[in-house]
């Protein structure tokens, strides 16, 4: 499942805004920090994210719930990575992959992962946490 475009317009010019006052410190919210890949601006993007563990190292899931094409996504990439402000503490993300909800829900870890698992949503991303 996706959710429609028309949402994903409405809560980049509604939503975010509001959601920016808070994303960085509740559970499963965040605020990526990532630069524009042609413009240069910055960027403050409001998304759902959980604890993971990729390879061994810590990182964080992302589920795409408006489908992969998603700006944000298109900057980390072209970047390499960008800042995530999580439970008050800012740090750095990199590698993005996107991959299938089922490969990131098994690297979910901690409570969540079984709600993870059970989101309508087919891809996701996964970034390393780096200092």
């Not at 919210?29 to 960027?43: A, D, N, Q, T």
Request: no cysteine; net charge positive; aromatic share 12%.
């Amino acid at each position: 499942m996706q959710l429609p475009q028309w949402l994903a317009r409405f809560n980049r010019y509604v939503t975010n805004p509001i959601q920016r006052l808070w994303a960085g410190w509740l559970p499963t919210f965040g605020i990526l920090e990532h630069v524009g890949r042609r413009s240069g601006k910055p960027y403050r993007t409001p998304l759902t994210v959980f604890s993971a563990d990729i390879d061994g190292k810590p990182g964080v899931a992302i589920l795409l719930t408006y489908g992969p094409d998603r700006d944000w996504l298109k900057n980390i990439t072209a970047a390499g990575g960008g800042r995530l402000r999580r439970s008050g503490n800012t740090f750095a993300v990199t590698e993005p992959r996107v991959v299938s909800r089922a490969e990131a829900a098994s690297h979910i870890v901690g409570r969540w992962r079984w709600i993870f698992a059970r989101l309508p949503f087919e891809k996701a991303v996964l970034l390393s946490k780096t200092v």
